[in-house]
């Protein structure tokens, strides 16, 4: 069993930065794609940025929505995952989920593939 919490959520003004954690524990010997995702009321939920997590320097993935303003990366090998999100917006404004799965991902960024997810933590962003 795999276990995930974030932490990290909060309000923020339009401009601002927030960085979210995930802690990983459990069976996560077989982990390779860990990703974060979000989700606003009324809305589908969206992948944000993911990351290959077989080897050190894997290759991330993110939305074009937040290109160039949130970066995700890991540390203590797959033990804690973040996301640094800069100049944030109001549309940021949702739950962020941390999730994991074992198998190979062609399309990193699809919720509907990853096994294990956190409870969330949520995003306010104010205008």
């Known amino acids: 069993q795999v276990r995930l919490v974030e932490s990290g959520g909060g309000s923020v003004q339009a401009g601002g930065s927030l960085k979210l954690s995930c802690g990983i524990s459990?069976?996560?010997?077989?982990?390779?794609?860990m990703g974060w995702f979000r989700r606003d009321i009324g809305k589908e939920r969206e992948g944000v940025a993911a990351i290959n997590v077989d080897g050190p320097n894997g290759p991330s993935s993110y939305a074009d929505s937040v290109k160039g303003r949130f970066t995700i990366s890991r540390e203590n090998g797959k033990n804690t995952l973040y996301l640094q999100m800069n100049d944030l917006k109001p549309e940021d404004t949702a739950m962020y989920y941390c999730?994991?799965?074992?198998?190979?991902?062609?399309?990193?960024?699809?919720?509907?593939?990853?096994?294990?997810w956190g409870q969330g933590t949520q995003v306010t962003v104010s205008s």
């Open positions: 459990g069976v996560t010997a077989g982990i390779r794609f």
């Open positions: 999730a994991a799965d074992e198998l190979w991902k062609w399309n990193p960024l699809s919720p509907s593939s990853y096994k294990y």
